[in-house]
C-alpha cells in the first residue's frame, strides 16, 4: 500500500491574501471618481446635469467591476510557495507565467503597505537579487499579511547569528529626530513641488472650464502693480507652497524613521507615516557608503547617508532612495551612523588627511563655469548688437549675475576634490551642488579606469574611476595629478593595475 507524500513545511503552495479585492474595489472607485467628476461638469454645460450623470455614472460603475473581475482573475489564478532551494510564483489565465528564483540569490526582501493595505493588515513584498535584469530578477507578492510578510523575510534572508558583532552591538543605531525636517525644505524638490503646484491649479481649473476666470482673477490682483513685481510674488508664492509640499512629503517618507541592525548582520531601515515600508539588507553585501550633501543642506552643516551595496532591489515604481540609509542630518550624526554601519571607530568619509588635487584642476573648473556662464549672455547680446538694443540691457543683468555665481561654484566644486585611503577604504570626494564622499572597501574594487582627455594631458590631470559591483558601479577621483593619481590605485588595491603601467 501506497502513502501520498507529505510536503515539507514551508513547500506548500500559498494564495495571496483575499482582501486584495477591496483594496481595487477602493483604488478603482477613486479612479472613477476623479476622471468621472471633470467629465460630468464638462458634459452638464452641454446637456444638463441629469444626463451627464446618465452617461458619466453607468461608465463609471462598469470601470469599476472590470476592475474588480480583473484582480479576482488574478488573484485565483496566483500562487506562491518557498522551497528549501527555491521561491517560486506562478500567475496568468492565459499565458501562464512560472517564476522562481534560488534562494541563495535572494538578497533582499522588503516590504511596504500603502494606507489602504495597512488598515487591512497586509503588505506587498517586493522578493529581489539585486541584478539588472527588469522584472526576471524580482518575485512581487501583492498582498499578503503582514505576519506572512514578516516570515517571508525572516525565512529568505536566513538571518543565522554571527560573532562578527565586536565592539559594534546589534539593535537601534539611528531613530528619528524631528528637527531634521528643517532640512526638508532646503532640498531642491521644493522648487520642484512649487512649480508643480502652480501647474496643478491651471490644470485643475481647465478640467472644470474656469481658467481664464483664474488669469483673470490673477491679473486683477496685480492690476496696479509691474510686471517685474507680479513675477517676483508669483514665484514667492511658488516657492512658499513648494515649502509646504516638501515639508509634508518629509513627514510621509521618513516619519517613524528607525535604522536597526539584526542578529546574524541584516541593516534594517523602517520609516513612512501612510506608507510604510521595509528595506533590509545583508551586511555582507555592503561595499562602503556614500555621504551626499546637496548644496542647500551642505550650508546649514547637514548630509545624508547612502549605502553602496551589491544586491539592492532596483525600484522601477516610483521610489529611488532604497539605499538611503539616514536621511539629511547634523553632519556629526550623519558621520557616526556611517561608521556604525561600516563597524568602524571613526567614519571613513570624516575626509580628514584628503590629498588635495592640483591648482590645473581648479583652473579647468572655471573655465567651463565662466564658459557656460556666457553662453545665455551671447545669446542675448548678439541679437542685441545686430537687431534690438532692448536685448542689451537684459544681456548685462545676465553676465551681472551669473558669473560670480559660477565662479563661486566652480572655487567651491574645486574645494571639494579629494581623495585618500582611510584603513581598509579608499575615498573620494567631489561635486558642489551636490557634493559626494564615497568611502568605498579596497577588497571591493575589481577594475580601474584611466581616462586623460587632451586637456588633462597638457595639464598633467588624468580621471581615475574605481569600478565595482556594488552602488552606482563605478566612482571617479577627477583631475588627480598624473603621478600621484596613479600612485594612489596601486596603493589602494596592489596588483590591480601594475601590469598595465609603463615601468
Known amino acids: 500500500m501506497s502513502t501520498a507524500a507529505v510536503p515539507a513545511p514551508g513547500e506548500e503552495w500559498r494564495k495571496l491574501d483575499r482582501r486584495t479585492l477591496l483594496v481595487t474595489a477602493a483604488v478603482m472607485t477613486g479612479v472613477a471618481t476623479g476622471a468621472g467628476v471633470p467629465t460630468a461638469v464638462g458634459l452638464s454645460g452641454g446637456m444638463g446635469a441629469g444626463r451627464a450623470l446618465a452617461w458619466v455614472l453607468p461608465a463609471a460603475l462598469l470601470m469599476i467591476v472590470c476592475g474588480i473581475g480583473a484582480d479576482h482573475v488574478r488573484w485565483r489564478r496566483t500562487r506562491y510557495r518557498i522551497g528549501p532551494d527555491r521561491a517560486e510564483l506562478h500567475t496568468g489565465l492565459l ?4 517564476r522562481s528564483l534560488g534562494r541563495e540569490r535572494i538578497r533582499s526582501v522588503d516590504l511596504t503597505a500603502n494606507p489602504l493595505l495597512r488598515i487591512l493588515g497586509l503588505v506587498k513584498v517586493r522578493i529581489g537579487t539585486g541584478e539588472h535584469s527588469g522584472g526576471e530578477s524580482t518575485l512581487e507578492l501583492d498582498p499578503v499579511t503582514r ?11 536566513d538571518r543565522t547569528p554571527s560573532d562578527t558583532a565586536g565592539a559594534h552591538r546589534d539593535g537601534m543605531l539611528a531613530v528619528l529626530d524631528p528637527r531634521w525636517i528643517r532640512y526638508a525644505p532646503l532640498s531642491f524638490v521644493a522648487p520642484l513641488l512649487g512649480g508643480a503646484a502652480a501647474g496643478g491649479v491651471m490644470q485643475v481649473s481647465e478640467w472644470f472650464g474656469v481658467q481664464h476666470e483664474v488669469i483673470d482673477w490673477i491679473g486683477d490682483r496685480f492690476r496696479d502693480t509691474s510686471i517685474l513685481t507680479m513675477i517676483l510674488v508669483l514665484v514667492v508664492a511658488a516657492l512658499l507652497a513648494g515649502i509646504v509640499g516638501s515639508l509634508g512629503l518629509w513627514v510621509e517618507m521618513w516619519w517613524n524613521y528607525r535604522l536597526e541592525r539584526e542578529p546574524g548582520g541584516t541593516l534594517r531601515v523602517r520609516r513612512g507615516l501612510f506608507t510604510s515600508r521595509s528595506v533590509s539588507m545583508e551586511e555582507r553585501r555592503l561595499r562602503g557608503v556614500e555621504l551626499v550633501e546637496p548644496l542647500g543642506v551642505r550650508l546649514v552643516g547637514a548630509a545624508r547617508v547612502d549605502a553602496v551595496a551589491t544586491g539592492l532591489a532596483q525600484d522601477d515604481d516610483k521610489h529611488t532612495d532604497l539605499k538611503t540609509l539616514l536621511p539629511a542630518a547634523p553632519r556629526a550624526a550623519a558621520d ?44 542675448l547680446l548678439i541679437p542685441g548688437l545686430l537687431v534690438s538694443d532692448v536685448l542689451l540691457p537684459v544681456a548685462a543683468v545676465c553676465a551681472a549675475v551669473l558669473l560670480p555665481v559660477a565662479v563661486l561654484l566652480a572655487l567651491d566644486a574645486y574645494r571639494s576634490l579629494g581623495h585618500g585611503l582611510s584603513g581598509g577604504y579608499l575615498v573620494a570626494r567631489s561635486g558642489t551642488v551636490r557634493r559626494s564622499t564615497v568611502a568605498l572597501q579596497r577588497g571591493g574594487v575589481i577594475g580601474w579606469t584611466v581616462r586623460q582627455s587632451y586637456f588633462q594631458r597638457r595639464a598633467g ?28 590605485a596601486v596603493r589602494a588595491v596592489p596588483g590591480l593595475l601594475e601590469p598595465f603601467l609603463e615601468k
Open 95 to 98: 499565458l501562464v507565467k512560472r
Open 147 to 157: 505576519a506572512e510578510g514578516e516570515r517571508l523575510r525572516t525565512e529568505l534572508l
Open 336 to 379: 557616526l551612523v556611517a561608521a556604525q554601519v561600516l563597524r568602524e571607530t571613526t567614519s571613513p568619509t570624516g575626509a580628514a588627511g584628503l590629498t588635495a588635487h592640483p591648482l590645473a584642476a581648479r583652473g579647468r573648473r572655471l573655465r567651463w563655469a565662466v564658459g557656460s556662464a556666457l553662453v545665455p549672455v551671447l545669446v
Open 461 to 488: 590631470l588624468l580621471t581615475l574611476t574605481a569600478t565595482t559591483a556594488a552602488g552606482d558601479g563605478a566612482y571617479d577621483v577627477y583631475d588627480a595629478a598624473e603621478g600621484e593619481g596613479l600612485a594612489f
